[in-house]
């Protein structure tokens, strides 16, 4: 029934759309006929939306009389996600009209979760990147007898730190402490009669607060409308990859203040030198670890510092193996990224329990859409703003070993 009602609606818009652009290609005003045909259409969609409206209240309520569970991570919630058409919500905000089906009902959802009203819409945390796409400079997906089957992907930086198995903490509402071990109790030996020297456990806390990021995105109304393959899933890639991006660095240099403290940034990770790079220095970073009492899960590298590993033998003897094969190394996985940045022009490696690393989120991503700002108007375009808020902490910051002095040239 909800279906019928949007396909209805969206065929009459269609239609006074297009009495409309003919008028003004003829350079005229609506007839008469036309005017009250308008008229008649007008009615129509604000019925249907009416419609709608109540028929996405009544499917709410059953649903939720029903007592289909919606917690982040149960089937129906993720089910309800990937119905979310981010296209659908910056249509809507085109058009000036309240969103419905999927898009209204995962925002509400996540407003009952957090408690929280969203500036514009939420949807899932999938967006974010500032860049204008056009027919211009989006030409290879305007349909002129092309192959959408073939379209050409960018070539990205490889996004690795959630990958290595950090602890994710969504649903956030105010700062989150979480309390942590300090020091322990010290026993010893005593003789007999003697007392026993008197100890106290100590205790420390970890914080995490909102942080933001968020981009800004015009498309041109033409992109919208003739793009093939389908805009949805390009502007989903293209964005996806932005706020991805984003919480991967962060996660990895992230220099506090306005942004998270990486892993980098954190103070209390140990650190090595490697400026000469050897067998024995890769074993001192491991044994460095282990004298923390933490596991080391991975390494973590830039491809210069992965490039020279390869070519650097564990000794002289005749037959040696390269310190990095097959991209292990000391047994554990080497993962590579330009994410990983240079340290006054020196390469950085970093080994260490990477489910150690706290990612805290209060906003999967608020989306906005403004089809009314001067500039994107006046070209007939849509500005599309999105932020998310999240923060970063180590648990234990020596669980990481960090060097920074690679020779890479």
């Given at each position: 029934?909800?279906?019928?009602?949007?396909?209805?609606?969206?065929?009459?818009?269609?239609?006074?759309?297009?009495?409309?652009?003919?008028?003004?290609?003829?350079?005229?005003?609506?007839?008469?006929?036309?005017?009250?045909?308008?008229?008649?259409?007008?009615?129509?969609?604000?019925?249907?939306?009416?419609?709608?409206?109540?028929?996405?209240?009544?499917?709410?309520?059953e649903?939720?009389?029903?007592?289909?569970?919606?917690?982040?991570?149960?089937?129906?919630?993720?089910?309800?996600?990937?119905?979310?058409?981010?296209?659908?919500?910056?249509?809507?905000?085109?058009?000036?009209r309240?969103?419905?089906?999927?898009?209204?009902?995962?925002?509400?959802?996540?407003?009952?979760?957090?408690?929280?009203?969203?500036?514009?819409?939420?949807?899932?945390?999938?967006?974010?990147?500032?860049?204008?796409?056009?027919?211009?400079?989006g030409?290879?997906?305007?349909?002129?007898?092309?192959?959408?089957?073939?379209?050409?992907?960018?070539?990205?930086?490889?996004l690795?730190?959630?990958?290595?198995?950090?602890r994710v903490l969504?649903g956030?509402?105010?700062?989150v402490s979480?309390?942590?071990?300090?020091?322990?109790?010290?026993?010893?030996?005593?003789?007999?009669?003697?007392?026993?020297?008197?100890?106290?456990?100590?205790?420390?806390?970890?914080?995490?607060?909102?942080?933001?990021?968020?981009?800004?995105?015009?498309?041109?109304?033409?992109?919208?409308?003739?793009?093939?393959?389908?805009?949805?899933?390009?502007?989903?890639?293209?964005?996806?990859f932005?706020?991805?991006?984003?919480?991967?660095s962060?996660?990895?240099?992230?220099?506090g203040?306005?942004?998270?403290?990486?892993?980098?940034?954190?103070?209390?990770?140990?650190?090595?030198?490697?400026?000469?790079?050897?067998?024995?220095?890769?074993?001192?970073?491991?044994?460095?670890?282990?004298?923390?009492?933490?596991?080391?899960?991975?390494?973590?590298?830039?491809p210069?510092?992965?490039?020279?590993?390869?070519?650097?033998?564990?000794?002289?003897?005749?037959?040696?193996?390269?310190?990095?094969?097959?991209?292990?190394?000391?047994?554990?996985?080497?993962?590579?990224?330009?994410?990983?940045?240079?340290?006054?022009?020196?390469?950085?490696?970093?080994?260490?329990d990477?489910?150690?690393?706290?990612?805290?989120?209060?906003?999967?991503?608020d989306?906005?859409?403004?089809?009314?700002?001067?500039?994107?108007?006046?070209?007939?375009?849509?500005?599309?703003?999105?932020?998310?808020?999240?923060?970063?902490?180590?648990?234990?910051?020596?669980?990481?070993?960090?060097?920074?002095?690679?020779?890479v040239?």
């Open positions: 029934m909800l279906h019928s009602i949007k396909e209805q609606r969206a065929l009459a818009v269609a239609e006074m759309r297009g009495m409309v652009e003919k008028a003004q290609a003829e350079r005229r005003n609506l007839s008469a006929d036309e005017a009250k045909k308008f008229d008649s259409l007008k009615a129509k969609i604000t019925d249907l939306e009416g419609q709608e409206t109540r028929a996405t209240f009544l499917a709410e309520a649903r939720r009389q029903s007592g289909t569970p919606v917690i982040s991570g149960d089937r129906s919630f993720t089910e309800l996600e990937s119905n979310v058409s981010l296209l659908s919500v910056i249509r809507a905000g085109m058009e000036g309240a969103l419905s089906g999927a898009e209204a009902e995962y925002s509400k959802e996540i407003e009952r979760r957090t408690g929280r009203k969203a500036g514009g819409t939420f949807v899932p945390l999938s967006v974010l990147e500032k860049r204008v796409n056009t027919t211009t400079s030409a290879q997906i305007v349909p002129t007898d092309h192959r959408p089957d073939q379209y050409i992907d960018p070539l990205r930086n490889k690795l730190a959630r990958s290595l198995g950090v969504s956030l509402q105010g700062d979480i309390p942590a071990h300090g020091s322990s109790v010290t026993s010893g030996w005593v003789a007999e009669n003697s007392a026993l020297t008197a100890s106290d456990m100590t205790f420390a806390s970890k914080s995490l607060s909102p942080k933001h990021v968020g981009a800004l995105s015009e498309m041109s109304r033409q992109l919208i409308q003739q793009s093939s393959p389908d805009i949805e899933q390009l502007l989903h890639d293209d964005m996806s932005a706020i991805a991006a984003a919480l991967d962060a996660l990895i240099k992230g220099g203040t306005a942004e998270p403290t990486g892993i980098i940034g954190t103070t209390g990770i140990q650190t090595h030198s490697l400026a000469t790079l050897d067998w024995a220095g890769i074993a001192s970073m491991q044994e460095k670890i282990e004298l923390a009492n933490a596991t080391a899960g991975a390494w973590l590298t830039s210069g510092v992965t490039k020279k590993l390869r070519v650097t033998l564990k000794s002289t003897t005749a037959g040696a193996a390269y310190l990095c094969e097959n991209n292990r190394m000391a047994d554990l996985p080497v993962h590579s990224t330009k994410q990983v940045p240079l340290a006054t022009a020196k390469g950085q490696l970093i080994l260490g990477f489910s150690q690393v706290l990612l805290g989120i209060w906003s999967e991503l989306i906005l859409v403004n089809p009314f700002d001067s500039t994107a108007y006046a070209r007939g375009g849509v500005l599309v703003r999105a932020m998310a808020t999240c923060d970063i902490a180590l648990r234990q910051p020596t669980a990481f070993v960090l060097a920074n002095d690679i020779t040239s």
